[in-house]
């Protein structure tokens, strides 16, 4: 049975967005919904008006952010005929765990996949789209989730070292089933 959510974890540079793409041209009726377009958002608002959370370098801290996550899947679910596929970073298990418990109060299933790759390939990664992997916070993410992702409940892990986006699209659908 398809799942209503699919989560696509992973560290930054790992592939997350691209495999979503990816999936979704395969997945008649799906959609994708970022929480990654609501972070700058939030930062932005934190300046006029007191959030929890304000003053962090990562808008997953905002509580306010984590509700939006579990609200915008929520509407993207109303208008998919197919899975919302959800690209994004979770390192922190307490916010992966309360994201997937709003999802689980709504009634909607869910799946979660783990992108994972070598320290090495996912510098690499970053260097190619032009980002700067050695800079002070991101260097700090990656290592975050380099060791949170060897943890099964941040989804199910599908390697991604030395495999196209494809060849990691093709095992995801087997492991969903579709």
Not at 6 to 33: C, D, E, H
Not at 36 to 59: H, I, N, Q, Y
Not at 105 to 131: E, F, N, Q
Request: hydrophobic share 40%.
């Amino acid at each position: 049975m398809v799942p209503d959510v699919v989560f696509i974890n992973g560290s930054f540079g790992v592939g997350k967005t691209t495999v979503a793409m990816l999936l979704q041209a395969q997945l008649p009726g799906s959609r994708i919904y970022d929480p990654e377009w609501t972070g700058p958002w939030l930062r932005a608002v934190s300046r006029f008006v007191p959030l929890k959370g304000t003053g962090t370098d990562d808008f997953q801290d905002f509580p306010l952010w984590r509700v939006s996550v579990v609200a915008g899947v929520r509407a993207s679910r109303v208008l998919a005929r197919g899975p919302v596929l959800v690209p994004m970073t979770f390192y922190r298990l307490a916010y992966r765990e309360q994201v997937a418990k709003g999802l689980q109060r709504a009634g909607l299933s869910m799946r979660s996949i783990c992108l994972v790759a070598s320290r090495a390939s996912i510098r690499a990664r970053l260097r190619k789209r032009g980002d700067d992997p050695d800079g002070k916070w991101l260097s700090r993410k990656i290592e975050r989730c380099l060791a949170a992702h060897g943890d099964p409940r941040f989804g199910e892990p599908v390697d991604t070292e030395r495999r196209t986006s494809e060849e990691v699209v093709e095992e995801i659908r087997r492991l969903l089933e579709l």
